[in-house]
C-alpha cells in the first residue's frame, strides 16, 4: 500500500473510531436515560434509539475491522457531559445534538467510502439517526406542549 493509501486509511480508521465512541456514549445515555422514563412510549422510544445506537456501534467494530484495525473501547465525552443533565427534556435534546452530529460526520464520510458494504451500514446507520432525531423532536414538541407535564 502506497503512503498516501496508507494515509486515506488511518484517517478513516481514526474517524470510525471517533464515531464507535460516540455512538457507544449514546448507547449508555440512552440505556441509562429510558431506565428512568415512566412514560411507555417515551420509554420505547429511548430503549428504541439505545438498540440503534449498540447496532451502530456493531456496524462501526465490523467497519474498523474490516480494515485490519483495531476497534477503540473508550467511549466518547459526550455520556458524561449528557448524564450531568438533570431535566429528561434537556438530555433528550442534548442526545439529538450527538445524533445530528453523527448524521452530519456520517453525511460527509459515504461520499468518500469505496467499499461497498461498509457504505450501505453506514447508510444504514444514517437513516436511523435521523429517523430517531425525528421521533425525540416530535415527543419534546408534544411533551414541551403538554401543561404540568413531568
Known amino acids: ?5 496508507d494515509a486515506q486509511r488511518d ?3 481514526a474517524l470510525l473510531n471517533e464515531l464507535l465512541e460516540a455512538e457507544r456514549a449514546g448507547a449508555r445515555v440512552a440505556s441509562e436515560t429510558a431506565a428512568e422514563i415512566d412514560d411507555p412510549e417515551l420509554h420505547r422510544l429511548v430503549a428504541g434509539i439505545r438498540q440503534d445506537e449498540a447496532h451502530g456501534c456493531a456496524v462501526l467494530v465490523d467497519a474498523i475491522r474490516s480494515l485490519d484495525a483495531t476497534p477503540t473501547h473508550a467511549t466518547g465525552a459526550f455520556y458524561e457531559q449528557a448524564m450531568a443533565i438533570d431535566g429528561l427534556a434537556e438530555r433528550l435534546a ?3 445534538r450527538g445524533q445530528r452530529w453523527v448524521v452530519r460526520k456520517l453525511q460527509a464520510l459515504l461520499p468518500t467510502l ?20 425525528g421521533s ?3 415527543q419534546l ?4 406542549s ?5
Open 136 to 138: 425525540v423532536d416530535v
Open 141 to 144: 414538541r408534544i411533551k414541551g
Open 11 to 13: 484517517a478513516l480508521v
Open 94 to 96: 442534548f442526545l439529538n
Open 114 to 133: 469505496v467499499q461497498p458494504d461498509m457504505h450501505h451500514a453506514l447508510t444504514q446507520m444514517l437513516v436511523s439517526h435521523e429517523k430517531n432525531i
Open 146 to 150: 403538554e401543561t404540568g407535564a413531568a
Open 1 to 5: 500500500m502506497d503512503e498516501s493509501a
